[in-house]
T-cell receptor
Framework: AQKITQTQPGMFVQEKEAVTLDCTYD???????LFWYKQPSSGEMIFLIY??????QNATEGRYSLNFQKARKSANLVISASQLGDSAMYFC??????????????FGGGTRLMVKP | DSGVTQTPKHLITATGQRVTLRCSPR?????VYWYQQSLDQGLQFLIQ???????AKGNILERFSAQQFPDLHSELNLSSLELGDSALYFC??????????????FGPGTRLTVL
């Protein structure tokens, strides 16, 4: 069984500063994908960034980067130069490799990020 | 805008009733997934369809059913509704059904309130 743990229920960050949102995972699969999604107060789920288990380099997408430490089973999201619009819930998710048992995403409990002006 | 559409956006109904939620995937995507987000359970996978066939099932109640039609849109049917079914229901789509690289893009969700 797969499990995603996000230990920070809520965080504050000052505008223009960087912030790290923690995510640890547990899986016995060798091939898997890790995803981060943003959920603003309006409710939609917005895909931010993806990291594959065999990727040697950390993924980056604009101001988002993923600090992937495979041995520690962690996939922390780093947001640089925080903006007021970054205030939202952030979910870490994992998808197992191709198998008949299911290809769903398993989500963590989320971290609510609040950016202070 | 992810390209995934869901209707209706809001739905208010009474216990015991039946509702249908509709989802249209992104153009070209063959897989459709349904997820439920509630305060006590978080985000949970319900069911996946790929090109019209059921591929995977998660924590979906027997009162719930889904299907994917030849035009690839999907419907989630919820019957004998209970108060605890009140939640945000998401549809997501992806091009394929297997690789771990396959990103799922979410629709805006349908907020169901059961009174």
């Amino acid at each position: 069984a797969q499990k995603i743990t996000q230990t920070q229920p809520g965080m504050f960050v000052q505008e223009k500063e960087a912030v790290t949102l923690d995510c640890t995972y547990d899986t016995s699969d060798q091939s898997y994908g890790l995803f981060w999604y943003k959920q603003p107060s309006s409710g939609e789920m917005i895909f931010l960034i993806y990291q594959g288990s065999y990727d040697e380099q950390n993924a980056t997408e604009g101001r988002y980067s993923l600090n992937f430490q495979k041995a520690r089973k962690s996939a922390n999201l780093v947001i640089s130069a925080s903006q007021l619009g970054d205030s939202a819930m952030y979910f870490c998710a994992m998808r197992a490799s191709f198998n008949n048992a299911g290809n769903m995403l398993t989500f963590g409990g989320g971290t609510r990020l609040m950016v202070k002006p | 805008d992810s390209g995934v559409t869901q209707t209706p956006k809001h739905l208010i109904t009474a216990t015991g009733q039946r509702v249908t939620l509709r989802c249209s995937p992104r153009s070209g995507d063959l897989s459709v997934y349904w997820y439920q987000q509630s305060l006590d359970q978080g985000l949970q996978f319900l069911i996946q369809y790929y090109n019209g066939e059921e591929r995977a099932k998660g924590n979906i109640l027997e009162r719930f059913s889904a299907q994917q039609f030849p035009d690839l849109h999907s419907e989630l049917n919820l019957s004998s509704l209970e108060l605890g079914d009140s939640a945000l229901y998401f549809c997501a789509s992806s091009p394929l059904w297997g690789p771990s690289t396959d990103t799922q893009y979410f629709g805006p969700g349908t907020r169901l309130t059961v009174l």
